[in-house]
Nanobody
């Protein structure tokens, strides 16, 4: 299983980015049945959850700092999870990682992408 994250870059405060995370090496049913999330890590800090989406997109969850500005979505047919980031702030900067959690029925493993850098200039 591989998760390929992309879409990061340098943006001015107030701007937008769309992060994508494409899964490969897994069958579509495994992707659809797994919860997925985006995490952010900044220097000297632990990786923190930014947004998550349950299997089949049933529900979403957001960190308080991004509520109303970020939207997580997923496309099962393409095996991609997105993070739409709007009204970006300098404090949103960091390395963003995508994560997929297999349900217990198919092994319960965690997989991580390689990270994509987001820089927000003030």
């Amino acid at each position: 299983v591989q998760l390929q994250a992309s879409g990061g870059g340098l943006v001015q405060a107030g701007g937008s980015l769309r992060l994508s995370c494409r899964a490969s090496g897994m069958i579509t049913s495994s992707f659809v049945s797994s919860d997925m999330g985006w995490y952010r890590q900044t220097s000297g800090k632990q990786r923190e959850l930014v947004a998550s989406i349950t299997a089949r997109g049933g529900s979403t969850n957001y960190a308080d700092s991004v509520k109303g500005r970020f939207v997580i979505s997923r496309d099962g047919s393409k095996k991609i999870v997105y993070l739409h980031m709007n009204t970006l702030r300098p404090e949103d900067a960091g390395i963003y990682y995508c994560n997929i959690k297999y349900p217990p029925a198919i092994g319960g493993r965690d997989f991580w992408g390689q990270g994509t850098q987001v820089t927000v200039s003030s």
